[in-house]
């Protein structure tokens, strides 16, 4: 066996023995496909009442992420200016995940009031473990860099949004949760997605849909209990679009209106007459 050839057996069984972590964390994906765009009115509760102060997207591609095809997904939400005075709030977040919903990398750049952060997760599944690296630049220009390799699945906010769509709600009665751990620039804590039961919600495309209610909720190890930050409302059909978005930020309460869908995938069924 010659040199080039033993270098290239030895990348061929590393890039099996990644494919084999990733694979113990895939999950077919069934409720989405490449060119689906979905666009959001956000509003927040000021003085007791809600004000429109933005819009969001979300959009999700295929492309390729260092040679492997992936999947690209981001989340934008810009405020409109009208309460820029008392608070900004400009947050993008970008993923990298494989066809079968493994994470690959993950970044979340947020603008909120006078603070400006940055999050990234990467993750390496050579040697059948999970390797993340974690990287924060907080807002007063200091940095965090953590790493941890784990036997478990990790994941973060922006993949537990795709690999939530595809989850199989069908036997799920009301209180039962799935439990993720997830990755953040700071560390991995464990985010809860709990059943709440089924509800008509009407987006702000004058539509109203039958939709399954979601909280989403983290471990906070200081005050050892889960601190809910979100509802979802998604459509109770194939696609599991979230509908409405409800969001607990550290300055109050917003909401996430549907105003309308492009490039999904199944038949929307959830709609009510």
Avoid at 70 to 88: C, E, H, M
Avoid at 199 to 222: A, P
Avoid at 240 to 262: E, Q, S, Y
Wanted: charged residues 25%; contains cysteine; positive net charge.
């Amino acid at each position: 066996m010659t040199m080039h050839t033993a270098r290239q057996l030895l990348f061929a069984l590393m890039l099996m023995a990644a494919n084999a972590a990733s694979a113990q964390c895939a999950l077919e994906n069934h409720a989405f496909s490449s060119g689906e765009f979905l666009s959001y009115n956000l509003y927040y509760n000021w003085k007791f009442v809600w004000v429109k102060v933005g819009t969001g997207s979300f959009s999700i591609v295929s492309t390729n992420y260092k040679g492997q095809p992936a999947y690209r997904n981001s989340l934008i939400t810009r405020g409109n200016g009208k309460l820029d005075k008392y608070f900004i709030m400009r947050d993008t977040l970008l993923g990298y995940i494989t066809p079968t919903l493994s994470p690959l990398y993950f970044r979340k750049g947020a603008e909120e009031g006078e603070r400006y952060t940055v999050d990234e997760v990467w993750y390496d599944y050579t040697g059948g473990k999970c390797k993340v690296k974690m990287h924060r630049l907080k807002h007063n220009k200091t940095h965090i860099r953590l790493e941890k390799t784990t036997n478990q699945c990790v994941y973060d906010m922006l993949n537990i949004f795709t690999r939530a769509r595809n989850l199989d709600p069908s036997g799920w009665k009301k209180g039962h949760t799935e439990s993720f751990p997830v990755a953040d620039g700071n560390g991995i804590t464990t985010a809860i997605l709990k059943f709440e039961g089924k509800e008509v919600v009407k987006g702000d495309d004058k539509v109203k849909y039958r939709c399954l209610k979601l909280t989403y909720s983290e471990w906070n190890e200081r005050k050892k209990h889960y601190k809910q930050f979100g509802t979802l409302f998604v459509t109770d059909d194939k696609n599991h679009v979230p509908v409405r978005i409800d969001i607990t930020l550290n300055f109050g309460i917003a909401k996430a209106f549907v105003t309308g869908m492009k490039g999904v995938r199944n038949p929307i069924t959830a709609i009510v007459k």
